[in-house]
């Protein structure tokens, strides 16, 4: 067992198991080292809401993904891994359809396609038509990515859980602050000692007593679920919104992105509406809505991600700043924390909490 209740000290509190809880987890198991993960457990989170997508080129400049051609084979890799060791399929590897919106959108891809380090994921023989024009509209043409998929984030963070659970160091719970002492060398939270607590709270830790000062930006997503034909079973499309169809009738679609919010939880009719409305754009046979879910995702400004120990106290730790790109940055942020926490090796300033001082 992990987890020493009482006399024992154990090395690492985590706090939260979404995808940043989730992969440091796995990281220190990898390494052999003791920890517990408190979680509240509840049914509808960030990581649960995300639609999962790992995609190489994206936004409204047809960027490449930050660090994509190391990030990727890394995600892929720790993914697969877990999979072998719990027995299920997480990670969906998946062509990705990107349909251009406008004619400046247009004229922008026939620069960007040039660029090399671009056209590596770009599949050089897509089908013709690029879509079923039956149930897509794809006025203005598009592309198809390769080296993109989509994580069944539900399914990972599941299995994670009965794993960890199975070892001993899985607890429901909520970890509330004032309940944290702090000495030299120890952090004590319910009769347990820790060398180290690590905040992995999503957006909630923009109220934290010891990391509200880092400059949280969170935004609020709601995701549907629809039924309706978008003429594939596999590739997912892109035009605006994107749809991810499930392989069973269902397709994900989404998302919103909602920088002013009052209530974590609860979708804006507005900002669904205009999805609806880039929904019906492209979707010429209609659809209906089965489920819709609403989240906040962990953003800092100007950051990828931000982890480290906090500056005056060094028992605690943060990982967080996940963004929209969970899925893709957990596994190597995760395993750079690890390497910070174990080794001391230093944290690039790009993500390093310190440096953002
Ligand atoms: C609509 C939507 C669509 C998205 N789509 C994608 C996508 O396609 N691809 C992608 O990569 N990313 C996507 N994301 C973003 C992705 O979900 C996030 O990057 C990621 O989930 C952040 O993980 P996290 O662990 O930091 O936070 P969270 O998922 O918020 O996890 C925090 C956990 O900590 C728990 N917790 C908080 N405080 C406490 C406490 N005091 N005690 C105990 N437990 C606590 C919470 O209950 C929760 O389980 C999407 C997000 C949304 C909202």
């Not at 000290?9 to 992969?23: R, S, Y």
């Not at 935004?219 to 629809?226: K, N, Q």
Request: aromatic residues 10%; charged residues 25%; contains cysteine.
């Amino acid at each position: 067992m992990l987890y020493n209740r009482g006399r024992m000290q154990t090395e690492f509190l985590i706090v939260g198991q979404g995808l940043a809880g989730t992969t440091l987890a796995w990281r220190l198991l990898e390494r052999g080292r003791s920890f517990v993960i408190v979680d509240r457990d509840e049914a509808v989170t960030c990581s649960r809401a995300a639609a999962g997508l790992v995609t190489p080129v994206t936004g409204l400049r047809l960027t490449l993904n930050w660090r994509y051609d190391a990030l990727h084979p890394e995600a892929v890799r720790f993914y697969r891994e877990k999979e072998g060791l719990l027995g299920g399929r997480f990670y969906h590897p998946r062509p990705l359809v990107r349909l251009l919106k406008t004619e400046e959108e247009a004229a922008h891809w026939q620069r960007r396609r040039h660029d090399e380090r671009v056209r590596r994921y770009i599949h050089p023989t897509p089908p013709e038509p690029l879509v079923d024009e039956h149930c897509i509209a794809n006025p203005l043409g598009g592309f198809q990515q390769r080296h993109a998929g989509f994580l069944d984030t539900a399914a990972f963070l599941d299995a994670s859980r009965g794993h960890f659970q199975a070892l001993g160091c899985w607890r429901r719970g909520e970890v509330r602050e004032d309940e944290i002492e702090i000495d030299e060398s120890r952090a004590c939270w319910a009769g347990g000692s820790f060398g180290t607590v690590v905040f992995c709270q999503g957006w909630e830790a923009a109220r934290s007593r010891w990391f509200s000062w880092l400059p949280f930006d969170p935004a609020r997503g709601t995701i549907l679920t629809l039924r309706g034909d978008v003429g594939e079973t596999r590739r997912i499309i892109n035009r605006g919104c994107w749809l991810v169809p499930r392989g069973d009738g269902l397709i994900r679609a989404g998302s919103t992105y909602e920088m002013r919010f009052d209530r974590p939880h609860e979708a804006d009719a507005r900002e669904v509406d205009a999805l609806l409305a880039k929904l019906h754009a492209v979707m010429k046979t209609g659809f209906e809505v089965v489920s819709e879910q609403t989240a906040v995702r962990p953003v800092i400004k100007w950051r990828n991600a931000m982890i480290g120990r906090h500056p005056a106290h060094p028992q605690l730790a943060i990982f967080n700043g996940l963004g929209s790109k969970g899925v893709l940055r957990a596994p190597f942020i995760a395993r750079r924390l690890t390497e910070h926490l174990l080794d001391g090796t230093a944290l690039d300033s790009e993500f390093d909490v310190q440096a953002n001082l």
